[in-house]
Antibody, heavy 125, light 108 residues
Framework: QVQLVESGGGVVQPGRSLRLSCAASGFTFSSYAMHWVRQAPGKGLEWVAVISYDGSNKYYADSVKGRFTISRDNSKNTLYMEVNSLRTDDTALYYC??????????????????WGQGTMVTVTS | SYVLTQPPSVSVAPGQTAKITCGGNNIGSKSVNWYQQKSGQAPVLVVHDDSDRPSGIPERFSGSNSGNAASLAISTVEAGDEADYYCQVWDSRGDHWVFGGGTKLTVL
C-alpha cells in the first residue's frame, strides 16, 4: 500500500525538542525528494523544508532555519525532522509529502502528490 | 519573499462554476499547483503545472495561469467540492515553496 505515516508529535514546553518521523511504503522512497509542510490550527498550509533523494540538498523556510533539521534514512524508508528550540508559534499539524516525479532533486517545481495524515505538535507552557 | 494572494472565500450554487484566483507578481512565469483540503483531511493535489490533472481527479477541475493571476475553475459544482483550496508555487530565487492563504469554497 502506497502511503506516508507520520509520528513523533506531542505536547512540549517552549525551548524543548522533538523528532518527527515519516514512514514511507509502497514506492521507491530513495528516488524521491520529500517535503515537510505544517498547518497551524485553523490556519493555512506553510511549507517547512525539503530534502533531495540522497539527503545531499536541503532547504528550509526562514521561520525554521537554524532550529529544524530535515534528514532521511533510505535504508529504513523514513524521513525525519528534528525540531529544536520550539516556540508556541510552531504549534501545528506537521505533514510529510512526496513529490510527483522521481527526479530526486530538491529544488524543482514538482507538485506534492502524496501526503500523510500528519502528526500534531503542541508547544505550550 | 514571493507572496500568493487568494480570496478568503468563494460561494457558488450547486451545478454552477466556481472560480478561485491566485495572485502573484508575474505568476504566469511560474508553474502553479492547486490542492483541495476537506475538513479534517490531508490536502489532495487537484491541478499541477498550471492546468494538468493527476489521475483520478475529475475533468470538472481545470486550471489556467497568465500574467499576475492563476485560477482554478470547478464546473458543475457538487456539495462534495466544499473544501479549502490552496495554490502553490516554487520560488526559485530562494528555493522556497510558497502556498497561498487558502480559499474556502462554500456550496450554497
Amino acid at each position: 500500500q502506497v502511503q506516508l505515516v507520520e509520528s513523533g508529535g506531542g505536547v512540549v514546553q517552549p525551548g524543548r525538542s522533538l523528532r518527527l518521523s515519516c514512514a514511507a511504503s509502497g514506492f521507491t522512497f530513495s528516488s524521491y525528494a520529500m517535503h515537510w509542510v505544517r498547518q497551524a490550527p485553523g490556519k493555512g498550509l506553510e511549507w517547512v523544508a525539503v530534502i533531495s533523494y540522497d539527503g545531499s540538498n536541503k532547504y528550509y523556510a526562514d521561520s525554521v532555519k537554524g532550529r529544524f533539521t530535515i534528514s532521511r534514512d533510505n535504508s529504513k524508508n523514513t524521513l525525519y525532522m528534528e525540531v529544536n528550540s520550539l516556540r508556541t508559534d510552531d504549534t501545528a499539524l506537521y505533514y510529510c509529502a512526496r513529490v510527483m516525479v522521481d527526479l530526486g532533486v530538491a529544488a524543482t517545481n514538482d507538485a506534492f502528490v502524496m501526503w500523510g495524515q500528519g502528526t500534531m505538535v503542541t508547544v505550550t507552557s | 519573499s514571493y507572496v500568493l494572494t487568494q480570496p478568503p472565500s468563494v460561494s457558488v450554487a450547486p451545478g454552477q462554476t466556481a472560480k478561485i484566483t491566485c495572485g502573484g507578481n508575474n505568476i504566469g512565469s511560474k508553474s502553479v499547483n492547486w490542492y483541495q483540503q476537506k475538513s479534517g483531511q490531508a490536502p489532495v493535489l487537484v491541478v499541477h503545472d498550471d492546468s494538468d490533472r493527476p489521475s483520478g481527479i475529475p475533468e470538472r477541475f481545470s486550471g489556467s495561469n497568465s500574467g499576475n493571476a492563476a485560477s482554478l475553475a470547478i464546473s458543475t459544482v457538487e456539495a462534495g467540492d466544499e473544501a479549502d483550496y490552496y495554490c502553490q508555487v516554487w520560488d526559485s530565487r530562494g528555493d522556497h515553496w510558497v502556498f497561498g492563504g487558502g480559499t474556502k469554497l462554500t456550496v450554497l
